[in-house]
């Protein structure tokens, strides 16, 4: 039996209400757009982290979905017109500290026993789904060398890795990248995508999520990753976050870019599709960029190289999604991109060689690449014994400074 019945779906898209010099609203403005919006739609939008909270319902059918994401969306942005404010929806703000997401539900869930099973099924899959909605590659301080500096920054502690869970040895947890929530609605929710642009791409992405684990929720008996699996997981993730559909995974023992998974899984998920009233062609937007090897973020970046400045970053980019569609355009007149390699051992030594300093904390190491606790110290190990950093040993924990080369 299915853990999900009846098969439902949702999303909470945090979409940014921005001033004409750019800047975030204030949270008084956004109670008020959150309440006007909430009585005419009788919907449960909010505000979370000064955004509009547009969390759309309960919904069983594509058709249903594409058409509420239409008309909440018409109507905030003609609310918010009317102070001079317009919606910037994006992953990042180039110059506040703004993370933002389009949390994906997942419904009906009442077993957390089985969700959590779940929840360890899915760990593999949660970096394809950032992959696919990487959207900021230029946050407050950082600039385009990850496509997703959200799930790089675990988005200020709002989606992190998952840890390897038993349903009868575990507590309650909240903010990791895919797991059950049912103490608040009996769903599981997909944290770890970044806040869409496209209208488009939000409604195929969510249907395409909920027919996945629907698919996956087929099969509700226990489940554990091996060592090498959840290390594999870990440095996918870290994959999606730097090349977002141009990453490279590590799959069942070998090297598999990240698109060819997202076509095996709409293969998988074909019936499940169906039951929620679409099926692969209506996924247009989302085969295009599978084609082209790109994702919104690629789109943000390309301004970029045009606007350097992130104050004009922001002001060209707010004002292209305006529209919704400019990264549906884009995708469709924009050349492929090549795929980038899975990191290699020297890849991974280096990338934790990089957070090093003078002084630094050993635990620092352990958000390079969100590697567990022994992996991390098995990589200091042969750091040091490189002679790439010195470790000294204090009372307030080891210390690993750069070794420079003459």
Known sequence: MNAFSPRTFSTDWEIMVIDRLERCADTEKLLAFAGALRSEFDLPIQVDWNTLELALGINSQFDQFVQRVRSVTDRAAQLVRELGL??????SHPVEPMYNSSHIHIGTLHDE???IYLESRLMRYAPVFGAIAANSPFAHGFAGQYKSYRIRDNAHGCTRPQSARDPRLSQFTWGGDASPKVYSAPTLEVRITDC???RRLLAELVVFTAAFVHWLGENTSEYR????????????RWSAAKYGMQATFLWNGTERPVVEIIDEMLDQSAASLAALGADRKDLALLQAMIEKRRCQADLVLDLGKR?????????????????????DNYVVSSAPLDPAP????????????????????FYNLRNAMYYPPTLVDELIETLAGDQLVHVENTCRGMLLSRVEKS
Request: proline letters at 6%.
């Open 86 to 91: 317009e919606l910037y929806p994006a992953g």
């Open 113 to 115: 026993g089985k969700g």
């Open 196 to 198: 869409a642009s496209s």
């Open 225 to 236: 990753l091996s060592e090498t699996e959840y290390v594999d997981c870990m440095t996918n």
């Open 307 to 327: 606007y350097p400045d992130p104050y004009c970053l922001a002001s060209v980019h707010s004002k292209l999604v305006r529209d919704w569609d400019a990264f």
């Open 342 to 361: 899975a990191p290699d051992r020297e890849r991974i030594l280096n990338e934790h060689l990089s957070v090093v300093g003078e002084g630094t904390h």
